[in-house]
């Protein structure tokens, strides 16, 4: 293995050493008791800039009273169909609960419960509606609305007003999907020409296993009308006040959304803010946002609006489009994040594709993973060979090297031998930097992977070997408390993918000793300490990680291990040099063939220093004399 391949393998390792660190979510402080309890009873609406909605004073000159005194019409309302149970309580008029029936928390999975997961409750979440009338400003969170009409999956609420006008919320859960609709629509001269105003808070319950590896994918994102997916902070509390339209806002866990989403008009005036919960507090966001859609008091135009309560699963997203109210495209897969530009594009384009149609057959998931795995391998196994072979030949020309290492022993002679090392380079045709493009080639794979099988919905809870959810780590060995640096556990996948790597990296080491001498050799002793205490670094680094992407590591780097032994086994070093020999007979007898390429633009660069070097000892010289 040559220097370059090592340099490409080394900048792979910076690379998700780096993602990794910028990706640590900021330690948060665990909330008090009393902090705890006025989040779960207390929306959080009071944002940066932005005045919190207040309660309309109560009194019998209320214009909604009659809406105060019928505690029997606040029972709730529950919407069901196959995916999702949705709660509407009528104090209000807004969605107070949400279960997804198909899946569990990973608690009730481990324990084999039968509870549905619970998305939010009204423990934790607030949904509050404020309407402008001739008589006021109006929360409308303390009225009681009237049940009018009812069906499993449709619901229309009303709140009359003592002066007969009436305000109507429409409910309608879409067959066989996690979409509501609504719309609201009134009656009568009360409500006025001004936007409806919507604030709502949750705060996220921790679904997964690890919070540590929950809180780097959960994110409070938005969708401007321009097209544009943003996301606020979500290593630290972050609130942000937009300017523009915005398409629709979700509060977004790791695997789960809860979406608002804008019809026909665009939500205006919003302001957003997160919040990261403490360990152990069985939260991983506390999320709020403020918006306002505009409203049409005479009824002809209703103001709708959708929800969407459910999994963060791409192209279940992208299936969404089809019920959009809006006129502008949803993209709701933008909620699973897919890497940077270059590598979305692998994972939009090839990795989906690829997970789709396998996952097809119904095979284990870890099945899958091996087979997409291999089937990388074979695709970069013409890149892999080329950079192998580049290290062989240098490997062979290496006695041919070490002369030129005797022939200029001196420092000052280091550009000299420089320069006859590249013209034998050329002469027996070897590319000194045959080994650095195929690596790079390579290096988008290994980050779209880190990207894609993290928020891969299809592994949650997926068991493959001793690992019984693929999505979180995999605890061979447990404890109670946290080591610094280590967590509570050890994760027999990342000992694995960790161990392959100490053993892939001494294959290289080893390659590379039998193909550099002199001084290229003692430069690249830093180099090769780095390569093996990478390994240990991604220990540390990767044992809160899932247990996929780990099992995903170990299999691709066995597997390159042992195609390096593959390709050591079948390369015939005599054969091998013969041809070399052959190529620099054939160039030696073609005097007009010159050096090309990269070496050709080092050995000008060269010559160039060594003429420089020349006129500044003559001018040396001249100045002494």
């Known amino acids: 293995m040559d220097k370059n391949t090592l340099t490409g393998l080394f900048l792979i390792a910076l690379v998700l050493i780096g993602y990794s660190y910028f990706a640590k979510p900021q330690d948060a402080q665990p909330q008090s008791t009393e902090q705890t309890q006025a989040t779960q009873t207390t929306p959080s609406t009071e944002i940066k800039n932005q005045q919190p909605i207040q309660p309309q004073t109560v009194d019998s000159s209320d214009v909604f009273y009659t809406a105060l005194t019928d505690s029997q019409a606040a029972l709730p309302v529950v919407l069901r169909n196959e995916k999702v149970a949705v709660t509407i309580s009528p104090k209000g008029g807004s969605v107070s609960e949400v279960h997804l029936l198909k899946f569990k928390s990973y608690k009730d999975f481990h324990e084999q419960t039968k509870k549905d997961l619970t998305l939010f409750d009204a423990k934790t979440a607030q949904m509050e509606f404020q309407m402008e009338t001739t008589k006021g400003l109006y929360n409308l969170h303390g009225y009681i609305f009237q049940t009018i009409a009812k069906t499993d999956s449709s619901l229309t609420l009303a709140l009359g007003a003592t002066t007969g006008d009436t305000l109507y919320i429409d409910y309608t859960l879409l067959p066989n999907t996690y979409m509501v609709n609504v719309a609201f629509r009134s009656k009568g001269r009360l409500?006025?020409?001004?936007?409806?105003?919507?604030?709502?808070?949750?705060?996220?319950?921790?679904?997964?296993?690890?919070?540590?590896?929950e809180n780097m994918y959960s994110t409070l994102t938005y969708k401007t009308k321009d097209g544009n997916t943003e996301k606020l902070n979500e290593y630290k509390s972050a609130e942000e006040k937009l300017e523009g339209a915005v398409s629709w806002i979700a509060f977004k866990n790791q695997y789960f959304s809860a979406v608002i989403i804008a019809g026909k008009e665009a939500f205006s005036n919003t302001a957003l803010k997160?919040?990261?919960?403490?360990?152990?507090?069985?939260?991983?966001?506390?999320?709020?946002?403020?918006?306002?859609?505009?409203?049409?008091?005479?009824?002809?135009?209703?103001?709708?609006?959708?929800?969407?309560?459910?999994?963060?699963?791409?192209?279940?997203?992208?299936?969404?489009?089809?019920?959009r109210i809006s006129q502008q495209e949803?993209?709701?897969?933008?909620?699973?994040?897919?890497?940077?530009?270059?590598?979305?594009?692998?994972?939009?384009?090839?990795?989906?594709?690829?997970?789709d149609f396998f996952t097809g057959f119904g095979m284990n998931m870890g099945i899958v993973l091996l087979?997409?795995?291999?089937?990388?391998?074979?695709?970069v196994y013409p890149t892999?060979?080329?950079?192998?072979?580049?290290?062989?030949?240098?490997?062979?020309?290496?006695?041919?090297?070490?002369?030129?290492?005797?022939?200029?022993?001196?420092?000052?002679?280091?550009?000299?031998?420089?320069?006859?090392?590249?013209?034998?380079?050329?002469?027996?045709?070897?590319?000194?930097?045959?080994g650095c493009l195929p690596m790079l080639i390579q290096m988008p794979v290994w980050i779209a992977m880190f990207n894609f099988i993290p928020n891969a919905f299809e592994l949650r809870q997926q068991s493959f070997l001793w690992a019984d959810d693929l999505s979180t780590y995999d605890d061979l060995i447990s404890w109670g408390s946290d080591i610094?640096?280590?967590?509570?556990?050890?994760?027999?996948?990342?000992?694995?993918?960790?161990?392959?790597?100490?053993l892939y990296s001494w294959l290289m080491m080893r390659q590379q000793q039998e193909s550099m001498s002199g001084e290229q050799a003692q430069q690249m002793k830093l180099m090769q300490w780095m390569m093996f205490l990478m390994p240990v670094f991604f220990f540390f680094m990767f044992n809160k990680y899932s247990s996929g992407l780990n099992y995903y590591y170990f299999i691709s780097l066995l597997t390159s291990a042992l195609t390096m032994w593959y390709l050591r086994r079948t390369?015939?070093?005599?054969?091998?040099?013969?041809?070399?020999?052959?190529?620099?007979?054939?160039?030696?007898?073609?005097?007009?063939?010159?050096?090309?390429?990269?070496?050709?633009?080092?050995?000008?660069?060269?010559?160039?220093?060594?003429?420089?070097?020349?006129?500044?000892?003559?001018?040396?010289?001249?100045?002494?004399?």
């Open 484 to 502: 610094w640096l280590l967590g509570d556990h050890l994760s027999l996948f990342c000992i694995l993918f960790c161990g392959t790597n100490l």
């Open 371 to 379: 087979i997409i795995t291999l089937l990388l391998r074979v695709l």
């Open 274 to 323: 997160s919040d990261t919960c403490g360990e152990n507090s069985g939260f991983v966001k506390d999320y709020s946002a403020q918006l306002a859609i505009p409203f049409d008091p005479s009824g002809k135009n209703p103001t709708q609006i959708q929800f969407y309560f459910g999994p963060n699963q791409y192209r279940y997203l992208q299936s969404m489009e089809k019920y």
């Open 191 to 213: 409500f006025i020409n001004k936007p409806l105003q919507i604030a709502w808070n949750d705060k996220v319950r921790q679904q997964e296993k690890g919070l540590y590896f």
């Open 571 to 625: 390369t015939d070093d005599a054969r091998l040099l013969a041809k070399l020999e052959e190529n620099f007979k054939n160039n030696k007898n073609n005097p007009n063939k010159k050096v090309g390429g990269f070496a050709a633009r080092l050995q000008a660069l060269q010559e160039q220093q060594e003429e420089l070097r020349k006129k500044q000892e003559a001018l040396r010289n001249r100045t002494n004399k």
């Open 330 to 355: 949803l993209g709701l897969q933008d909620l699973v994040y897919l890497g940077w530009p270059i590598i979305r594009w692998i994972n939009r384009f090839f990795t989906i594709y690829v997970f």
């Open 384 to 434: 892999t060979r080329k950079s192998y072979m580049s290290s062989a030949k240098m490997r062979v020309l290496k006695p041919k090297v070490d002369e030129l290492q005797k022939k200029y022993p001196n420092k000052e002679d280091a550009m000299k031998r420089q320069q006859e090392m590249m013209t034998l380079y050329s002469q027996y045709g070897v590319s000194p930097m045959g």
